[in-house]
């Protein structure tokens, strides 16, 4: 499975962007996709999961109520609108996905449950 992410940018606070993740390969075993990020210096955290076949997505408290991930399962992409963006959501964004838990996977928010990541994309909101 390859992971394509796109979307980012510069923008200032209070600004709204749309990261958007495509899968692309062997696809069949999908069942979902998340969005971590990483800041400078810091760890990857979990910022949102979703399952295709419905239920909420799973939502990082601090971005609960800002950020909405959408997915659409037979194109094998998400979209993370992302609004009132905040100084500490600067981050490179990664999307990711697992094949081990087949039918049974769930929105996770472990960063070690997923195999597969994109490339990234940096988002910088400035102040």
């Known amino acids: 499975v390859q992971l394509q992410a796109s979307g980012g940018g510069l923008v200032q606070v209070g600004d709204s962007l749309t990261l958007s993740c495509a899968a692309s390969?062997?696809?069949?075993?999908?069942?979902?996709m998340g969005w971590f990020r990483q800041a400078p210096g810091e760890d990857i955290k979990f910022v949102a999961a979703?399952?295709?076949?419905?239920?909420?997505?799973n939502y990082e408290s601090s971005v609960r109520g800002r950020f909405t991930l959408s997915g659409d399962r037979g194109k094998r992409m998400t979209n993370l609108q992302m609004n009132n963006l905040r100084p500490d959501d600067t981050a490179v964004y990664y999307c990711?996905?697992?094949?081990?838990?087949?039918?049974?996977?769930?929105?996770?928010?472990?960063?070690?449950?997923?195999?597969?990541w994109g490339q990234g994309t940096q988002v910088t909101v400035s102040s």
């Open positions: 990711a996905t697992s094949l081990r838990f087949g039918a049974s996977w769930y929105p996770s928010g472990v960063r070690d449950e997923y195999e597969y």
């Open positions: 390969g062997r696809t069949d075993g999908m069942y979902g």
């Open positions: 979703i399952r295709w076949s419905g239920g909420s997505p």
